[in-house]
């Protein structure tokens, strides 16, 4: 099963805030949809959730559009919609019967939701009462609990203490091992890092970059490098004195700084790595061991859509 988001554009007045979004997001794996605020977003997946429709392109499900296809869709929003007065189990029972489950079999996946979330002491009062993480789990728990075909959920860990953040982390992972399509929307980078396979980074509207992290860090330019001379704790320090002895290494390295035991490089340009090594070689320096630092994604979302921060 395959999420096909092709081309959307989306106006509102005079503003376009969709200009030709595209990307794909498969079964069995998760896709960080990734943008600043007002990138475009939560458009593109009120689209999704045909909320409204797009001004152009189209949302296909294995090739066919999504609106003409039976597909269960569970969706956690970034603003909670939920009843405060109400009791968490009268309104779970409600709200997964407008999903269409029939009232046992409502009452059976609320309980065992409930559970799940480690809530069964609060699943008689009302939702005013928990805190702001545990309705957070609550709307989770609503999201999932009519086994969707295709997961949706916007800032998740909004509210979430770490134990809380790594329940949730677990309940996605779940989600993906059973074939399911999720889609994940978050600035917290280091969640989308620990668990999306993939990402979309949009822009104004647009798609700056897509694919798997793994292929967006390999095509980096990976311009920095981790360094230890053989006398382990003095690396820093020994580079320094090569940089100030060596003029080259100055037209090479942007900057340079301890890490550990270890001194981290800033090249200029990635390329110049051989030269570095010949010119170490040159003076003769016991090195030890490099690296090649990979760039996190936080560092790659920052450089496509920091406009220069």
Same mark, same amino acid.
């Given at each position: 099963?395959t999420?096909?988001?092709?081309?959307l554009?989306k106006?509102?007045?005079s503003?376009q805030?969709?200009?030709?979004v595209?990307f794909?997001?498969?079964a069995?794996f998760a896709?960080?949809?990734l943008g600043?605020?007002?990138?475009g977003?939560t458009?593109?997946i009120?689209?999704?959730?045909q909320v409204f429709?797009?001004?152009?392109?189209s949302?296909?499900l294995?090739?066919?559009?999504l609106?003409?296809?039976?597909?269960?869709i569970?969706?956690?929003?970034?603003?909670?919609?939920?009843y405060p007065?109400?009791?968490?189990?009268d309104q779970?029972?409600?709200l997964a019967?407008?999903?269409g489950?029939r009232?046992?079999?409502a009452r059976?996946a609320?309980?065992?939701?409930?559970e799940?979330m480690e809530?069964t002491a609060y699943?008689?009062?009302?939702?005013e009462?928990?805190?702001?993480?545990n309705?957070?789990?609550?709307?989770l728990?609503?999201?999932l609990?009519?086994?969707?075909d295709?997961v949706i959920?916007d800032?998740?860990f909004?509210?979430?203490?770490?134990v809380?953040a790594q329940l949730l982390?677990t309940?996605?992972k779940?989600q993906?091992?059973?074939g399911?399509?999720?889609?994940?929307?978050?600035?917290q980078?280091n969640?989308?890092?620990?668990?999306?396979?993939a990402?979309?980074?949009l822009?104004?509207?647009k798609?700056?970059?897509?694919?798997t992290i793994?292929d967006?860090?390999?095509?980096?330019?990976r311009t920095?490098?981790?360094?230890?001379f053989?006398d382990g704790?003095?690396s +820093?320090i020994?580079?320094? %004195?090569?940089?100030e $002895?060596?003029p080259? /290494?100055?037209e090479?390295? @942007?900057h340079? *700084?301890p890490?550990?035991?270890? +001194?981290l490089?800033?090249? %200029?340009?990635?390329? $110049?790595?051989s030269? /570095?090594?010949?010119?170490? @070689?040159?003076? *003769?320096?016991?090195?030890?061991?490099f690296?090649v630092?990979?760039?996190s994604?936080?560092?790659?979302?920052?450089?496509?859509?920091g406009d220069?921060v």
């Amino acid at each position: 099963m395959t999420l096909d988001i092709r081309d959307l554009t989306k106006s509102f007045g005079s503003k376009q805030v969709l200009d030709g979004v595209t990307f794909q997001a498969a079964a069995g794996f998760a896709l960080g949809l990734l943008g600043r605020n007002g990138a475009g977003k939560t458009t593109t997946i009120r689209i999704i959730m045909q909320v409204f429709p797009p001004d152009g392109g189209s949302v296909l499900l294995d090739g066919k559009p999504l609106r003409d296809c039976d597909v269960r869709i569970g969706y956690l929003p970034e603003e909670k919609g939920l009843y405060p007065k109400q009791k968490v189990r009268d309104q779970m029972v409600y709200l997964a019967r407008l999903r269409g489950m029939r009232a046992s079999t409502a009452r059976k996946a609320v309980q065992a939701w409930v559970e799940r979330m480690e809530l069964t002491a609060y699943i008689d009062k009302k939702l005013e009462t928990l805190s702001k993480g545990n309705q957070q789990k609550i709307q989770l728990a609503l999201a999932l609990l009519h086994e969707p075909d295709v997961v949706i959920l916007d800032e998740p860990f909004s509210g979430l203490d770490p134990v809380n953040a790594q329940l949730l982390k677990t309940i996605v992972k779940e989600q993906v091992s059973q074939g399911r399509i999720v889609l994940f929307s978050s600035h917290q980078m280091n969640y989308v890092e620990q668990f999306c396979d993939a990402v979309a980074i949009l822009h104004h509207g647009k798609i700056q970059i897509s694919g798997t992290i793994r292929d967006l860090k390999r095509a980096y330019d990976r311009t920095r490098l981790r360094l230890r001379f053989a006398d382990g704790n003095q690396s +820093c320090i020994q580079f320094a %004195y090569l940089y100030e $002895q060596i003029p080259e /290494l100055k037209e090479m390295v @942007a900057h340079f *700084e301890p890490l550990a035991d270890d +001194c981290l490089i800033q090249l %200029y340009h990635a390329e $110049q790595r051989s030269m /570095l090594f010949q010119e170490l @070689a040159k003076a *003769e320096c016991d090195l030890d061991q490099f690296q090649v630092v990979e760039p996190s994604l936080e560092e790659i979302f920052v450089d496509k859509v920091g406009d220069g921060v």
